[in-house]
């Protein structure tokens, strides 16, 4: 049976990784894994022979809003490249050798590590797999200094992805840049509303709506100059 090590990336990423006695680490930021999430992995594990290993979540906003993310069940590289289809670094667990093989975390970035993460162990051709089942409960809040610090590292660890990653970003179909660039903003637009700052937020989703005139990213833009509140609303009944 393969053994799993649990690790708190905020507690130098790096090095703890490294330490990790397992065959698979587990990453728990500022959240919660459901009791059952590291039975499940061991279950999946007797079956699969994967190196990155995701699961569906429940995000908690300011315990007032909950909502499901559900991470693709087939991401491959080039889907990845696009939007983030993996979760975030609760969600997931690796094989360490994987992990160590690809370069790991790199804590050079800003933010978005565990995106970039993701997306280079997947170039490397990392085996994937997806438990269809919420094992994760992903805290956020409405600190709005935190966040406001989190949307300028985001800004520019979104900037340094697209520097690294210019060459396949440019090989993809005008499709596939379209739909890269809309969920790139719709990702700012939700930095910038949890900080309330509804103009912003607007801006963003309004421009995503521009590139892929998805009729749910309008309603988003003008709810979200309402306030949080009514787009919360919104997102949870739509998410």
Request: a positive charge; aromatic letters at 12%.
């Amino acid at each position: 049976m393969p053994k799993i090590s649990v690790v708190i990336p905020s507690h130098n990423r790096l090095s703890s990784s490294k330490q990790a006695t397992g065959d698979f680490v587990a990453f728990l930021d500022d959240d919660l894994f459901l009791p059952n999430k590291i039975s499940c992995l061991k279950s999946v594990l007797k079956n699969e022979d994967r190196d990155l290993i995701t699961s569906f979540a429940t995000v908690d906003i300011a315990g007032r809003y909950q909502y499901t993310i559900r991470p693709n069940k087939a991401a491959t590289y080039e889907k990845q490249l696009i939007r983030n289809l993996v979760g975030t670094t609760s969600m997931v667990t690796v094989r360490k050798s994987a992990f160590l093989d690809s370069g790991m975390f790199n804590e050079s970035m800003p933010a978005r590590q565990d995106y970039e993460a993701w997306l280079r162990m997947l170039k490397n051709h990392a085996s994937y797999y997806c438990i269809p089942k919420k094992l994760v409960t992903i805290n956020s809040n409405f600190q709005k200094k935190s966040v406001s610090r989190s949307i300028e590292n985001n800004l520019k660890g979104i900037e340094l992805i697209e520097q690294e990653y210019r060459e396949d970003i440019d090989n993809l179909n005008w499709l596939e840049k379209r739909t890269r660039a809309a969920a790139l903003d719709e990702f700012v637009a939700h930095k910038y509303l949890i900080t309330g700052d509804n103009f912003k937020a607007a801006k963003y989703f309004f421009s995503s709506y521009k590139r892929n005139k998805n009729i749910k990213i309008m309603m988003a833009t003008l709810l979200s100059l309402f306030g949080r509140n009514c787009f919360l609303v919104y997102f949870k009944l739509y998410k």
